[in-house]
T-cell receptor, first 116, second 111 residues
Framework: GAVVSQHPSWVICKSGTSVKIECRSL??????MFWYRQFPKQSLMLMAT?????????EQGVEKDKFLINHASLTLSTLTVTSAHPEDSSFYIC????????????FGPGTRLTVT | GQNIDQPTEMTATEGAIVQINCTYQ??????LFWYQQHAGEAPTFLSY????GLEEKGRFSSFLSRSKGYSYLLLKELQMKDSASYLC????????????FGKGTRLSVIA
């Protein structure tokens, strides 16, 4: 099956700094990747849809200037949390499809971000 | 808008059968998915329904009624390792729309 990786798997940073999370599709090309955020005991909340070579589409309430998404190639999308605050601490999960009309979304293993 | 409801928690006994229900209201419908998620891990795909009826896959089955906006996930012969959160997700609209998740049902399997 298709594999999606994320790096790092966990990160601790200080308040005010920026953190970059990478999402890679290892054995397929993903024209679209999705970024989700999950707080403890909550479900996955879609943050944005990332399309290769174009600007990301953000969900309502998600600050695009704070959560910078770059989908520079068909196998890599990055999420940068800028000027992180403790309330940004969460589990960030990316997901990708290899075909926009195929049903399955493949999920990465997630990145645990803790902002101190 | 989109609304997906499922029970918050359920408890069942090892070896038993449990049914987790999901109701949804979405603008457009292009499939309903069930995922399993263990704490601290990413979701793993369990099943997909786009037409009415029952889809069976080993110990897991999923049912869909589009007219009722209703689905359930049936787990048979429960094992301790089945203790996890089960997420109902809907793909609305068409084309490249993302999955929208319900809040998940935390299932505890007890001896």
């Amino acid at each position: 099956g298709a594999v999606v990786s994320q790096h790092p798997s966990w990160v601790i940073c200080k308040s005010g700094t920026s953190v970059k999370i990478e999402c890679r599709s290892l054995d397929f090309q993903a024209t679209t990747m999705f970024w989700y955020r999950q707080f403890p005991k909550q479900s996955l909340m879609l943050m944005a849809t990332s399309n290769e070579g174009s600007k990301a589409t953000y969900e309502q309430g998600v600050e695009k200037d704070k959560f910078l998404i770059n989908h520079a190639s068909l196998t890599l999308s990055t999420l940068t949390v800028t000027s992180a605050h403790p309330e940004d601490s969460s589990f960030y999960i990316c997901s990708a499809r290899d075909d926009p009309f195929f049903y399955e979304q493949y999920f990465g293993p997630g990145t645990r971000l803790t902002v101190t | 808008g989109q609304n997906i409801d499922q029970p918050t928690e359920m408890t069942a006994t090892e070896g038993a059968i449990v049914q987790i229900n999901c109701t949804y209201q979405t603008s457009g419908f292009n499939g309903l998915f069930w995922y399993q998620q263990h704490a601290g891990e990413a979701p793993t795909f369990l099943s997909y329904n786009v037409l009415d009826g029952l889809e069976e896959k080993g110990r897991f089955s999923s049912f869909l009624s589009r007219s009722k906006g209703y689905s359930y996930l049936l787990l048979k012969e429960l094992q301790m390792k089945d203790s996890a959160s089960y997420l109902c997700a809907v793909r609305g609209g068409s084309g490249n729309t993302p999955l929208v998740f319900g809040k998940g049902t935390r299932l505890s399997v007890i001896a």
